[in-house]
């Protein structure tokens, strides 16, 4: 009955205040399988997050999010998806000279230092220690399978410098880092002909953590987790003129979410965070320290 | 005037080495102590080249008089320089060479010393894990030298700079926070200690609690700060003005800090400054001026990059070498591992060989005793046997000569007839062997009237006549007879198992041979007579126990006595005894022709027609 009120309201601010323009990644189809995702119901009605399209799936989720945090926030108009090139989206050049509002993306805080004078940061999506992920090999490398912590100085992992959270993980164990820079597929190419031996990879969906992909499959090493060391958040522009309101009406809906823990449940049941993984050893845990009491 | 001083000691030194001798060594010791402490205060300010030459004379001098500590002091700052300048390779290989002396001397301030330069090195190498590993070894070090806490704070200093340029912002975090309250307020240390907590702050953009730190260490320390530090500052600061939107004083700060990295080596900050610089113009939408700054970022980068290439490539290299060398090393382990293995199994062979032969040998010697055993049974028992034989011999030998002996002894040596011995020694056992009920006739010849022979013919001839004689005698009894010369002219006869009709019969039968024959006297012939007495043995069943065959012979003798004493060239003998009962033998023997005449004896005789005397 609850969401029927905010459909209501939704159609008539459509009607009365023009559409709200948030950026979106043009490639991999996000508009397409947030359509399919939605199957006909309204963005504020969604309360189950458990994936229902092939891909990665915390994309669609955050479309969802930002749309319903906005609302909750006060931001009643309707949303438009505009759909740009990654390249402008990473360097933030449009949402820094004003040129878009938002970004429908989450972004990790360490990227967004520099710009933090243009850009409203919003509070986490995602906290520092809540992003993990896995040393996924192949599954026919049965040998890396139930490989020992103490061994890990023994692996090779390719990872791209350019992500700097990911580099930043590795750096602090023992693993053996090949740096790549290139297309995520071709990382994994490496996996699959033995160039490395696993790849760093957010842990799969499915039950059983296997990656499937292009009819290969692939296993996160048993046991064994990595901490992406930052969080994650949705930025606004500060010299679009509505973005002082737009990031006040984020926030603040953010913050219900929150609250009502229902970005702690998109999460996991998007399967971001694996409860399956929650005992694993954390290879780099000390990441994790806090300061002095 | 520093300079000044620095090259007077310098002078100092090196003629004081060539004139002073041993006797002057701790004046030589303090002189270089002075002159290494004025040259730390120089290169506090600076990375100064020109001070390298008085820093090697210092380092030589300090080698030749022992003092360690100047002379790793010296190195590590050589290897600063060179550091500082790009010279990783040389750098490194002194860093070591400190580290090693350091390791000799086992002072712990000089090997925390060192390590930390060490440390210093590795982060510019990017060699995180290297560094992480020398920064524990000198934690172990400094926590045993808990009373200076100085050493501990350098420690965390270093740790938190590698947290810093590994990315665990938090983990820095932490150990600046134990260095500060480790450290002395307003010293030196906890001015970089703050320095690098707003570097770390601006890396989790927190940029206004980097502000309040970068304030406080302007206040406080800005003054003494070397130029590294001023910069690092000025860096932070521009940073924390571009995090907070201040996009003009950011750049304003940048420039500043740009201009102080002017003709220095400080390239890291001076790209850091220029992206800022970038960046701050972009959002200030001067994208000319952001561009002219990325452009030069670009270049300082690329330069950065190729400074970075040469030092991977140092480190590719180094690795390579020490594959190599390990390699070699392999290999020749492994070549070591083959010769110990041939020397074990030529060893093993050599000790094969030798057990063989060993074994050869005693089976020789045992093959050898074993022939010397054999040889010497069988020479053993050839001598026995030759022993055996010998003794065999002389037992047949004696024996013979034992038989010969009894023969002798048992012989009349003159007629050849057995003797009294002989009698002697074998009537028991003929009497045993006599069948029950069968008689043994004991016979008494003797010749008449042989005195006369000797008389007339001599002893010889009466020699002949007894031999004769016996011969006779031989002729007339069997062969189961036993013949004895009694003695003299006297011959006993035993005729076992006859009756006493054959001895009757055979009695006669020697007197007429005797009678008879024709005995020869010196080429005479003789006539000659015996006459015989003789006795049966048991003389009657029921005397067999009272009579013995002694008596018996004694009763033959009588019976030749009384032929003697009748007729001469006649017998008698005994043939029964009337009385057995009554019979006495001693009696009869004394009274033998009385008992013969009253008939208690019934005898035979050839003597017929005439009755017997009184």
Same mark, same amino acid.
């Given at each position: ?6 459909? &209501? &309201? ?8 023009? !559409? ?64 740009? !090139? ?37 509070? !986490? ?54 740096? &790549?820079?290139? !297309? ?62 737009? &990031? ?46 | ?64 008089? =022992? ?53 210093? *090195? ?8 290297? =560094? ?15 009373? $200076? ?86 860096? =932070? ?20 800090? *740009? ?75 492994? $070549? ?118 000797? $008389? ?127 019979? $006495? ?28 005397? =009184?």
């Amino acid at each position: 009955m609850k969401w029927c009120w905010l459909f &209501f &309201f939704v159609s008539c601010f459509a009607y009365a205040k023009p !559409p709200l323009v948030i950026d979106i990644i043009s490639s991999e189809n996000f508009s397409q399988r947030y359509k399919e995702f939605l199957a006909g119901r309204s963005v504020l009605e969604i309360d189950d997050f458990h994936p229902s399209t092939k891909g990665s799936h915390i994309e669609i989720i955050e479309m969802v999010l930002l749309q319903q945090a906005l609302f909750l926030g006060g931001e009643h108009r309707p949303v438009i998806f505009n759909p740009k !090139p990654s390249v402008n989206i990473i360097e933030f050049s449009d949402l820094i000279a004003g040129d878009s509002l938002v970004l429908a993306r989450s972004t990790w805080h360490e990227d967004l230092l520099d710009y933090k004078g243009s850009l409203y940061i919003t509070e !986490p999506l995602v906290e520092y220690g809540e992003y993990e992920a896995g040393f996924y090999v192949t599954k026919r490398n049965v040998a890396l399978h139930d490989m020992p912590a103490e061994r890990l100085n023994q692996l090779t992992v390719v990872a791209n410098p350019r992500w700097k959270v990911d580099w930043r993980a590795l750096n602090n164990t023992d693993i053996n880092v090949v740096s &790549f820079i290139g !297309p995520w597929e071709t990382m994994l190419e490496m996996v699959e002909t033995n160039v490395v031996d696993a790849m760093l990879i957010n842990f799969s969906v499915s039950e059983s953590l296997v990656l499937n992909f292009e009819g290969r499959e692939y296993v996160p090493i048993n046991e064994l987790k990595l901490l992406l060391p930052d969080s994650r958040h949705f930025v606004v522009s500060k010299r679009h003129p509505e973005g002082e309101q737009v &990031f006040n009406a984020l926030n603040t809906g953010l913050a219900i979410l929150k609250q009502r823990g229902i970005l702690k449940k998109a999460l996991i049941e998007s399967g971001f965070i694996s409860g399956r993984v929650k005992d694993w050893h954390m290879v780099n845990e000390s990441m994790l320290m806090r300061a002095l009491p | 005037m520093s300079w000044l001083r620095s090259v007077w000691y310098y002078c100092l030194i090196l003629f004081s080495y060539e004139i002073c001798g041993d006797e002057d060594t701790v004046v030589q010791k303090q002189t270089i102590s002075t002159a290494f402490e004025q040259l730390k205060y120089r290169m506090e300010s600076e990375h100064e080249l020109s001070v390298l030459p008085q820093l090697r004379v210092i380092r030589n001098q300090a080698k030749h008089y =022992a003092q360690r500590t100047i002379e790793i002091q010296t190195i590590l700052i050589e290897a600063s320089i060179r550091q500082h300048f790009g010279d990783y390779k040389h750098s490194l290989s002194m860093h070591y060479q400190a580290l090693e002396l350091a390791e000799q001397v086992g002072k712990p301030r000089i090997m925390v010393e060192t390590l930390l330069a060490i440390i210093d *090195l590795e982060l510019d190498l990017e060699r995180y894990d290297h =560094a992480q590993r020398y920064v524990n070894q000198a934690t172990q070090i400094a926590q045993a030298l808990n009373q $200076d806490d100085e050493f501990l704070v350098h420690v965390k200093l270093w740790r938190a700079k590698i947290y810093l340029e590994k990315g665990s912002f938090r983990q820095a975090l932490y150990e600046l926070e134990l260095g500060q309250k480790l450290a002395k307020n307003n010293s030196p240390l906890s001015a970089r200690l703050l320095l690098i907590e707003a570097q770390v702050a601006l890396r989790l953009g927190n940029y206004l609690v980097s502000r309040t730190l970068l304030n406080e260490f302007s206040i406080k320390y800005m003054s003494s700060a070397d130029d590294k530090s001023q910069l690092d500052y000025q860096l =932070a600061l521009a940073e924390s003005a571009l995090q907070a939107g201040e996009f003009s004083e950011a750049i304003e700060l940048a420039m500043k800090g *740009l201009e102080q990295t002017f003709h220095t080596r400080y390239l890291e900050e001076q790209a850091s400054l220029q992206r800022l610089l970038a960046s701050a113009y972009a959002q200030l939408s001067d994208y000319q001026q952001a561009h002219l700054y990325l452009k030069r970022y670009s270049l300082t980068e690329r330069a950065l990059d190729q400074q970075k290439r040469n030092n991977k490539v140092l480190q590719l290299e180094a690795q390579y070498a020490l594959a190599h060398q390990q390699q070699q090393v392999s290999l020749l382990e492994k $070549d070591n591992a083959i010769q110990a293995q041939q020397i074990v199994q030529h060893e093993q062979t050599l000790e094969n060989t030798k057990l063989t032969q060993q074994r050869w040998l005693l089976i020789g010697l045992l093959c050898f005793a074993a022939v010397l055993f054999v040889y010497w049974r069988w020479q053993n028992r050839r001598y026995t046997s030759k022993l055996e034989m010998q003794v065999a011999e002389r037992t047949a030998e004696l024996k013979e000569r034992n038989k010969r002996l009894q023969t002798l002894s048992f012989t009349d040596s003159l007629t050849g007839l057995s003797n009294r011995h002989y009698f002697f020694s074998t009537i028991d056992s003929q009497i045993n062997a006599l069948p029950e009920k069968h008689d043994m006739i004991f016979c008494i010849v003797d010749i008449d009237h042989f005195k006369k022979i000797n $008389d007339t013919y001599g002893h010889a001839a009466g020699d002949l006549v007894l031999q004769s004689f016996a011969d006779i005698l031989k002729q007339c009894t069997r062969n189961s007879d036993l013949l004895v010369r009694w003695g003299g002219e006297e011959f006993l006869l035993v005729m076992p198992d006859m009756s006493r009709r054959d001895a009757q019969e055979a009695v006669e039968r020697i007197r007429q041979q005797v009678e008879r024959f024709p005995f020869m006297a010196n080429g005479q012939t003789v006539q000659c007579t015996c006459s015989i007495g003789f006795a049966p043995y048991p003389l009657t069943p029921d005397l067999q126990e009272q009579v013995s065959w002694e008596q018996v012979l004694e009763l033959a003798d009588s019976g030749l006595y009384l032929a003697k004493e009748v007729h001469r060239n006649t017998w008698i003998g005994l043939d029964s005894v009337r009385q057995p009962s009554a019979f $006495d033998v001693e009696y009869t023997l004394k009274h033998y022709k009385e008992q013969v005449r009253q008939g208690n004896i019934v005898v035979s005789s050839s003597y017929v027609g005439a009755e017997i005397p =009184a």
